[in-house]
């Protein structure tokens, strides 16, 4: 059985252990992730927090964690190794925002259902609209025209990281646009 686990993908593992309550599963996610939480652990231990002290109880942590997890994993051992090594022994539940979680499922079946990627291009023109005329042009020399940034900062007499800033920048203002369309 641990061998057909293996084959499942991460999401599939965390629907199991949530339907099932699968512990096997949640050992294979703990196998996969054990080198990542060893990795981002060792730079922190101190003669205080010692491996034989630290790294039990963040697997301890880390498969209640699975329990309740859902999005990517990574990122919620990330969070529970800065959040035990910062301050005290006690972890915050870390849960990445749902809405994005849900925008990135949809962005996800988008790709292979037509009309669910009707539905995506009918909220990103919509957010693009909403996008003043500067920031529209931007998105439209780097993404559908394919300009490097040297050749949009020549055209508009700027550096490149002031154009890699501006787009990242308009990239934050779309995502909230479509952010704030799922909440609607």
Known sequence: MHLL???LTDKELLLRIK???DREAA???LDRYSHLLVAV???RLTS???AEIALPELTKQLY??????FGKLNESVYALVQSYFGKGTSVPVFYPNQALYRLETRIEHAGNNPIAKEALMTHLEKALTKLNAE????ITQFYLEQQSFSDIA???NISKDKVRHTLKGVKKKLATHLMDQAYE
């Open 5 to 7: 686990l293996n084959n």
């Open 19 to 21: 339907k099932f309550q």
């Open 27 to 29: 050992g294979v996610l």
């Open 41 to 43: 652990s060792l730079p």
């Open 48 to 50: 205080e927090k010692t």
């Open 64 to 69: 209640t964690r699975v329990q309740t997890a």
């Open 135 to 138: 920031d529209l042009q931007l």
């Open 154 to 156: 020549k055209k508009q």
